[in-house]
């Protein structure tokens, strides 16, 4: 598929994003709740965020070791109790002064969110990888790719390069790593392309808008 400068200004400007000001209201939450020590913070992003993004933390839970609590105990006691003493927070300090993401720290990056899914798989029995991509982008927004099915399937059409020379460590979850591979060599295409570069948002609205040419051409 092509990706044309209409695009690229499509996804940069926040006056005709319509999602724009809930977005805005979950950046200002994690802000605001940056770590995972007040519990009532880490039920508010973990219910807003995963719901508001189909990506919900209860989701065809079965396996995992609270697979037995209510919805309700799932998001007041048990996510709150596990997050407060997972390395997430740990992982998020020293990160949190990096301003982009860069092939030098995408072992850091992928590094994070599989720790997060680590915790979100002892919890639930799921590997839930795009509710931990979503879950720290909010966090961290510069950093954290989002990753779904959809975003996934149109990265694949796009992007220029499955491999990147990048000094990973392979300590990361194999699929999200590949990804953020691949969203690297993307978005360094698009910015020799178009003088832009574009953020993991923007880039995620490129490739929103992707899907939905592709849908409407299929």
């Known amino acids: 598929m092509h990706i044309t400068r209409e695009d690229i200004q499509h996804a940069t400007d926040e006056r005709i994003d319509p999602w724009a000001v809930s977005n805005g209201l979950l950046y200002g939450l994690c802000r605001q709740y940056p770590d995972h020590q007040d519990a009532r913070g880490v039920t508010a992003k973990m219910l807003l965020i995963g719901r508001a993004y189909a990506a919900a933390a209860e989701r065809g839970r079965s396996g995992g070791s609270t697979a037995d609590s209510s919805g309700d105990e799932f ?92 000094k990973r460590g392979g300590r990361g979850d194999p699929q999200y790593e590949l990804f953020v591979v691949r969203a690297l060599a993307l978005r360094e295409q698009l910015e020799g392309r178009f003088g832009v570069r574009l953020t993991p948002r923007q880039l995620d609205r490129v490739l929103l808008r992707l899907e939905v040419r592709h849908l409407r051409n299929a």
């Not at 927070?89 to 982009?100: P, S």
């Not at 795009?130 to 059409?157: E, G, N, T, V």
């Open 75 to 166: 998001y007041v006691r048990d996510l709150p109790r596990v997050l407060r003493t997972s390395a997430v927070d740990e992982r998020l300090r020293a990160l949190r002064g990096v301003r982009t993401i860069t092939d030098e720290n995408v072992p850091q990056v992928v590094r994070a969110h599989s720790v997060l899914m680590e915790v979100l798989r002892k919890l639930t029995g799921l590997e839930k990888r795009a509710l931990a991509s979503k879950y720290l982008h909010f966090h961290l927004p510069r950093l954290f790719f989002i990753f779904d099915s959809r975003a996934q399937r149109m990265m694949r059409l796009v992007s220029p390069a499955a491999q990147r020379n990048s």
